[in-house]
């Protein structure tokens, strides 16, 4: 089956660093997306992978393994604003998305 | 660029009503959007991929009868719940691919529409 993991919820220090990660095992292959919802609103997109590597973004950056079926979003230099639900999707070979559950992060001053 | 609207962005109907949702993509053209549904605290749902000028493809568990999809134009697709019932309130969001993308291209997402079904 296809299968999208991340933790449930994390916390972290403004101002601090924290990684998100997921693992995915899908049928086919054909990217990693990483989305942001805040609470009650649509997601908005972050980042795209499909080869492997780090893309950097700003503050956000999203590295990708594909032989370990693995990716992680970084942020850096966190702020209040960043709390809020991080959505990791996998491409099929179907190009449909498989979602992740979304892992919760909230910011602590 | 890349902007998705939603229409209306809240709605409260009385139980065996019928709820028509618009999703349009604003500055650029989409032959595929996506209707999703979100639970509190749960993850992203996808109810169906519109095509425009075909049928929907629903996902499994979805009654394809119960909540009717057209995509009429390269901008327009419209999601009607018909009979709402309470189980059926949830956040409805859409998203859109653009027609001059690959299929691996970012879905950009419309800001939702809160369904309170009483």
């Known amino acids: 089956g296809q299968n999208i993991d991340q933790p449930t919820e994390m916390t972290a220090t403004e101002g601090a660093i924290v990684q998100i990660n997921c693992t995915y095992q899908?049928?086919?292959?054909?990217?990693l997306f990483w989305y942001q919802q805040h609470a009650g609103e649509a997601p908005t997109f972050l980042s795209y992978?499909?080869l492997d590597g780090l893309e950097e973004k700003g503050r956000f950056s999203s590295f990708l393994s594909r032989s370990k079926g693995y990716s992680y979003l970084l942020l850096k230099e966190l702020q209040m604003k960043d709390s809020a639900s991080y959505l990791c999707a996998a491409s099929d070979s179907n190009y449909q998305l498989i979602w992740g559950a979304g892992t919760k992060l909230i910011i602590k001053p | 660029g890349a902007v998705v609207s939603q229409h209306p962005s809240w709605v409260i109907c009385k139980s065996g009503t019928s709820v028509k949702i618009e999703c349009r993509s604003l500055?650029?053209?989409?032959?595929?959007m996506f209707w999703y549904r979100q639970f509190p605290k749960q993850s992203l749902m996808l109810m169906a991929t519109?095509?425009?000028?075909?049928?929907?493809?629903?996902e499994q568990g979805v009654e394809k009868d119960k909540f009717l999809i057209n995509h009429a134009s390269l901008t327009l697709s419209t999601l009607t719940v018909t009979s709402a019932h309470p189980e059926d309130s949830s956040f409805y969001i859409c998203s859109a691919r653009d027609i001059l993308a690959g299929p691996t291209d970012t879905q950009y997402f419309g800001p939702g529409t809160r369904l309170t079904v009483l």
């Open positions: 992978n499909v």
């Open positions: 519109s095509n425009e000028g075909s049928k929907a493809t629903y």
């Open positions: 899908t049928s086919g292959f054909n990217g």
């Open positions: 500055d650029f053209q989409a032959t595929t």
